[in-house]
């Protein structure tokens, strides 16, 4: 069963809310769309009541509270470090805080967050994680994530290849991470951008899991096919993907979007677990 809307008006026995963080700031994306369909599908398959609320939060600069189940918030375009010290940033960050606070006084009532893309980018920048710089030129097209060794047994990758298959799209990225900090707070690394034996250049960080309740991708784990397909064919990004990596490459993508063990492997893998992982205290019914 599914309730979608800002707004949930309908009192639900034992059902799961999720808000949907929307960073996108009005720029047209796919994202947002596969979002809501991943929490739709959980929902029919779960069996379980399934709500979700969706947040404008850098255009309205609106903001859920605390008491969601789970939380994802999305990609989005531009600077992430021209957001500093915002009105709208400072509320995601004291939402951020309190959802910190809620986990350390109820340990075994945790809320997960997920942060995909611009908002790994802030959290990362926010928290000091990592240095957020701007990229040479754009990456964006369907890559191979290679896992770290704690990426392999990471309850959300761990039943991927190693590489594994991710939709990449970014101007900026995460170099630098203070491991030091993230395992303090008793995460790791798990996962660093392809492999590239002719540039000079570190490898960016394209996941952390934080702690227990927070993960974060730089790529789009929410990304599917048909999507893709789509930004691939526009011409602008198709001379793009040529100019960066020539018409074989480009083509290859297309291809890789018809393999079912690539990006729509990944699509089915990260978010649905995240839920499963999310939600299993607070649904019986729900198993990891």
Same mark, same amino acid.
């Given at each position: ?18 808000? &949907? ?10 994202? =947002?769309?596969? /979002? ?8 029919? $398959? ?18 859920? +509270? ?5 939380? &994802? ?25 309190? !959802? ?13 967050? *997920? ?38 047994? +990471? ?10 298959? /991710? ?11 203070? $491991?030091?900090? !993230? ?5 790791? /690394?798990?996962? *660093? ?36 397909? =789509? ?15 020539? $018409?074989?490459?480009?083509?290859? =993508? ?8 690539? /990006?729509? *492997?990944?699509?089915?893998? !990260? ?18």
């Amino acid at each position: 069963m599914f309730v979608g809307g800002k707004k949930a008006d309908i009192p639900l026995k034992e059902s799961i809310h999720i808000a &949907i963080l929307d960073l996108y700031n009005g720029a047209p994306n796919e994202g =947002m769309r596969c /979002i809501r369909e991943i929490v739709e599908k959980f929902g029919v $398959e779960s069996q379980v009541p399934t709500r979700y609320s969706v947040f404008d939060v850098r255009g309205k600069e609106e903001m859920p +509270d605390v008491g969601y189940d789970a939380y &994802i918030s999305s990609g989005g375009p531009g600077d992430p470090s021209e957001s500093a010290g915002s009105s709208w940033e400072n509320r995601y960050f004291r939402l951020m805080e309190a !959802i910190k606070a809620h986990n350390h006084e109820y340990v075994d009532n945790r809320k997960h967050v *997920l942060l995909i893309c611009h908002s790994f980018q802030l959290f990362c920048r926010h928290y000091e994680y990592g240095e957020v710089s701007k990229r040479r030129s754009t990456s964006f097209g369907v890559m191979p994530g290679h896992k770290t060794p704690e990426g392999h047994t +990471d309850p959300l990758l761990e039943s991927l290849d190693d590489p594994f298959w /991710i939709v990449d799209s970014r101007e900026y990225q995460i170099t630098q991470p203070d $491991e030091s900090r !993230i395992l303090r707070e008793g995460g790791s /690394i798990l996962c *660093l951008e392809k492999i590239r034996p002719h540039v000079d250049l570190e490898r960016a960080v394209m996941a952390i899991r934080f702690d227990e309740a927070f993960f974060g991708t730089q790529f789009h784990p929410e990304a599917d096919a048909g999507g893709m397909r =789509m930004y691939l064919l526009r011409k602008d990004k198709k001379e793009d993907v040529i100019g960066k990596y020539g $018409e074989e490459k480009y083509l290859q =993508m297309l291809d890789y979007l018809d393999d079912p063990e690539k /990006i729509m *492997l990944t699509h089915d893998t !990260i978010v649905p677990r995240f839920l499963n992982r999310a939600l299993k205290h607070r649904i019986p019914a729900i198993s990891q």
